[in-house]
């Protein structure tokens, strides 16, 4: 590992001058950095930076000023209703709002708007060392509450991106391409520090749209499974594919027959990992290695992984024993931001995470993610929605009496967010859904409304959301 994050950024494995291309604007290294060290002057002490997180060069220009001048980047997802960005500027305390020319009109609720412009040029700061302070908060959703701030090191970023180096065998030599929205780990932390870091050229293509990826050109594709799946439809996009190195899926489980028609359209297996938020990505299968399909593999170098029982009890590793995934390594983040109760929660006496999911390994050290505890958390298109967050977003509308939100199998998306709603005067499920899309981030809202006299109730007064799943 080397002193610093961006061990790219210093020219080591030369430049070009479309080192880091997004949606079509490409920068050479030493541009990129020129632009950030603008921003960095301009930031310089404060205690957070919002970053607005278009798909575009000024998002990656922000992102990096912040790591420059060691102030922790706060991702806003750029369709972030009011509701949503004022409790992520608030929450975490972020003075700036960094925004491309575009968004200047941006509400930034007592924060200062920043404008980026990838032409300005600056002396970019010595960057901090490695191995201290805060280099992101990122906000992700629990069960219930709004979401809550991840607080992510520059160790953690520095030891998940070295970790995955190894297991994708992931060099300056590669070329990553992907799509996807700028505000996650996948997308910002491996998609955009990971050549940064690791070196190589980065084009990210705006959206994740198969023919995108198949004009593209790279050698390192990712995805998450809903892509993938789009891709595996679209035969003559697949199987432009076939000239790359690595493709690899993550953020929720790729289907067995996704997988299959992807190898067989493009002639590569895909390497799928696994991860969260709080842990960053700790088990993957290897581009070396064995990539069975419907596992995530083995852990990372350093990571270390057991199975527990609902009593607290050790489940072995049998290949057939369910038991809650907990993990333990040096990509872990550093807790939830002013939120004791919730970093009590989620660590056990003894340091380990745990990750919520329910899990088998077997004897051969393979991991298979069977699911999610709780039916609370939902994952649509890769993305990690709380059940509850939506609820409370539906019961703010005047005319909803109670609301209940699950996750429905979908072949497209993994699972879709449906709300099933007890109206108290006049409404639609097209005005429901409106309603949470300006407040919440857009993909919150609910696919569909399913007007209900009464929600099924247990005798504790719990709604019983696996009879709302029954089809
Ligand atoms: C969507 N649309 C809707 C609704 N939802 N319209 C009405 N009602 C709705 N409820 C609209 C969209 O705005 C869009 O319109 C059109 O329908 C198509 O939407 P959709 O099917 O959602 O397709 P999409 O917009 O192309 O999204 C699919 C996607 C997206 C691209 C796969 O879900 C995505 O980017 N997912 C990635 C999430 C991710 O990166 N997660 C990583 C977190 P229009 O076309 O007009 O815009 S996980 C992580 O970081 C960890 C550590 C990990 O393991 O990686
Ligand atoms: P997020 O914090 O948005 O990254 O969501 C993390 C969650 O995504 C995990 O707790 C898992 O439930 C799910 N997840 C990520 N990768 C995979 C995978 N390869 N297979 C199954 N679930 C996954």
Not at 175 to 201: E, K, Q, S
Not at 210 to 239: C, I
Not at 312 to 330: F, H, I, K
């Amino acid at each position: 590992m080397g002193t610093v994050l961006l061990t790219a950024l210093d020219g080591r494995f030369g430049d070009s001058a479309d080192a880091v291309a997004v949606d079509g604007v490409a920068l050479s290294r030493e541009q990129l950095l020129g632009a950030a060290g603008a921003v960095a002057a301009r930031i310089a002490g404060a205690p957070a930076l919002a970053v607005l997180t278009r798909p575009g060069v000024e998002t990656v220009v922000a992102t990096l000023a912040g790591l420059l001048a060691g102030v922790p980047v706060v991702p806003v997802p750029p369709d972030a209703g009011p509701k949503e960005r004022e409790h992520i500027l608030r929450d975490s305390g972020a003075p700036l709002l960094a925004v491309a020319a575009r968004d200047r009109d941006t509400a930034a609720h007592g924060a200062r708007l920043l404008t980026v412009d990838p032409a300005e040029r600056g002396a970019a700061p010595d960057e901090p060392a490695a191995d201290g302070g805060t280099a992101f908060v990122l906000y992700t959703s629990g069960t219930t509450g709004a979401p809550k701030g991840v607080l992510i090191s520059r160790r953690a970023v520095a030891a998940g991106l070295d970790g995955l180096a190894d297991a994708w065998s992931w060099t300056p030599d590669d070329t990553l391409v992907h799509g996807l929205p700028l505000f996650h780990v996948h997308g910002l932390i491996l998609g955009v520090l990971g050549p940064l870091r690791i070196g190589g050229r980065l084009v990210h293509t705006g959206r994740p749209a198969p023919q995108a990826y198949a004009a593209a050109g790279g050698s390192l594709y990712f995805g998450v499974p809903t892509v993938w799946s789009r891709l595996a439809a679209d035969e003559v996009s697949a199987k432009a594919l076939s000239a790359a190195r690595l493709l690899v899926s993550g953020s929720a489980p790729l289907p067995v027959p996704v997988f299959e028609r992807l190898a067989a359209l493009t002639g590569h297996a895909p390497v799928e990992r696994y991860g969260m938020t709080e842990t960053l990505i700790t088990v993957s299968t290897r581009a070396d290695g064995e990539r069975r399909p419907g596992s995530v593999g083995l852990p990372l170098a350093g990571v270390r992984t057991r199975l527990v029982g609902d009593g607290g009890n050790p489940v072995p590793a049998d290949g057939e024993s369910v038991g809650e995934l907990q993990v333990l390594g040096p990509m872990l983040c550093d807790g939830y931001l002013g939120r004791p109760d919730a970093d009590a929660e989620s660590w056990t006496a003894d340091g380990w995470f745990r990750t919520g999911d329910v899990a088998v390994i077997g004897p051969d050290g393979f991991h298979r993610i069977v699911g999610r505890a709780s039916v609370d958390l939902i994952k649509s298109g890769g993305f990690r929605v709380g059940a509850g967050e939506v609820e409370a977003a539906l019961r703010d509308h005047p005319a909803v009496a109670d609301a209940a939100v699950v996750g429905a199998p979908d072949a497209d998306l993994g699972q879709v967010i449906v709300a099933y709603v007890v109206p108290e005067g006049p409404v639609t499920g097209g005005q429901l859904t409106a309603f949470v899309a300006e407040r919440l981030s857009v993909h919150k809202r609910p696919r569909r409304v399913v007007l209900v006299d009464e929600l099924p109730r247990n005798a504790m007064g719990k709604v019983l959301k696996k009879q709302l799943l029954e089809p």
